[in-house]
Structures are given as C-alpha cells and as structure tokens.
C-alpha cells in the first residue's frame, strides 16, 4: 500500500525555469511533510519541510505548497540550477504517526 | 557530511549467508532508523530504535534484526541472505523519538550486492 506517491518518476527542465515536483498521499494521520535530496553515492538531504497547520512553506528559490483537502503538496523550485539535479523525495509523518514513510522520488534532471 | 556513519561502504556475499551493518548516529541524537532502497524503490522503512529500545517497525522480514547499543550505535543484522536482498541500506538518526518533526540525518548507506 504506497501511501505516499510520486507519480512522475522523472522530470526534466531547462536552467532558470520553475521545476514542479508533485506528490499525493493517502494517509490523513500525516500532519507533516518533508522534501529531502539525494544525490547519487550519497544519503539524502533535508530540504524543506511544512506542518499541516500551513498551506506554504517558502526557503529560498525552494517553495512547497500543502492542499490538505486534496492530499497533495507540491515543491517548487524556481530558478532551477543545474545543481538542483537529484532525485527528491517527498515523505510524510507526523506527531501522532510515529514514523516517517517515503515516497518513490523523482528525478530531477536541469538542463543548462 | 551529514555526521552518521555506516560501515561496511561496500559488501558482496553469497546467498545463504549473514551480514551485519553498523551505524553511528549523530552526536546527541538518539534515534536510528534504518531504511532499504532497492533498485527503482523508494527508501523503504525498517525499524527505529530510541535510546536502546525498539519504537517503530516497517517492512522489515524476520530474517533481519536490528539493535542499538548504550553507546547509541546501531546494528542491522541480515541473515539467510537472497538475491533479493541486494540494495542500498541507510541509517538515520535523529534527535528526537520519531513522532517525527524535524530532520532526519542520513549516512551515506551500506550497498549489499547478494551473488
């Protein structure tokens, strides 16, 4: 039973353009949501993160976007570098879930 | 560098045999989690350990076993190994007890290789 997923197994966008990242999860314990990074030969990387209490969370060129009703967040990167080309992986928990669970991830490829 | 650390890099065996990985966490962290990520699989959770005790399990078969030591490192023991089995195995720690808000810190993982 995925309960978190990524639908789109890869993406591929062009230098200075906006990557959207999407993921859709089924589990309504989840109150909160975290993108990590990885980069091949290495663990991944935490990125950003948002509690349910919020509809956006915003560092950087890195934004991610919550729409509870829906399930679904999404991560917005904007410019894409040709560094931000990884594989990000969408996860949810929460307080009252007690553990993490792991979407499939995307990779991300930015072209220059 | 993310401050976990995970040994063997990299270890090649047979099917049928028995493996044990290590994992140091973080200083201060208490937490380790360990995670499995096969070939175009997401990472897959195993188990958690907080403070020596085992808090959550997830898809973990009973031909492995974790602990965590007083010293807070953590083992991940796999045995009757099969073809299956090959893949990159990750720890994470954590400061807190895994009702998980905050980040998890990865090591670089483990990648076991079933011949």
């Known amino acids: 039973d995925q309960q978190v997923k990524q639908n789109s197994p890869s993406l591929s966008v062009q230098e200075g353009r906006i990557s959207i990242l999407n993921c859709d999860y089924t589990n309504s314990m989840f109150d909160y949501f975290l993108w990590y990074k990885k980069y091949p030969a290495e663990g991944p990387t935490f990125l950003i993160s948002?509690?349910?209490?919020?509809d956006k969370n915003e560092d950087g060129r890195f934004t991610v976007f919550l729409n509870k009703s829906a399930k679904h967040l999404s991560l917005h990167i904007v410019p894409s570098q040709p560094g931000d080309s990884a594989v990000y992986f969408c996860?949810?928990?929460?307080?009252?879930?007690?553990?993490?669970?792991f979407g499939q991830g995307t990779i991300l490829t930015v072209h220059p | 560098d993310s401050g976990v650390t995970q040994t063997p890099k990299h270890l090649i065996t047979a099917t049928g045999q028995r493996v044990t990985l290590r994992c140091s966490p973080r200083?201060?962290?208490?937490?380790v989690y360990w995670y499995q990520q096969s070939l175009d699989q997401g990472l897959q959770f195993l188990i958690q350990?907080?403070?020596?005790?085992?808090?959550a399990k997830g898809n973990i078969l009973e031909r492995f076993s974790a602990q965590q030591f007083p010293d807070l490192h953590s083992e991940l023991n796999l045995s009757s190994l099969e073809l299956g089995d090959s893949a990159l195995y990750f720890c994470?720690?954590?400061?807190?007890?895994?009702?998980?808000?905050?980040?998890?810190?990865f090591g670089e993982g483990s990648r076991l290789t079933v011949l």
């Open positions: 200083s201060g962290d208490l937490s």
């Open positions: 996860i949810a928990g929460g307080t009252s879930y007690g553990k993490l669970t």
């Open positions: 948002i509690s349910s209490i919020k």
């Open positions: 350990y907080y403070n020596g005790e085992e808090r």
């Open positions: 994470a720690s954590s400061v807190g007890n895994g009702a998980v808000t905050g980040e998890l810190f």
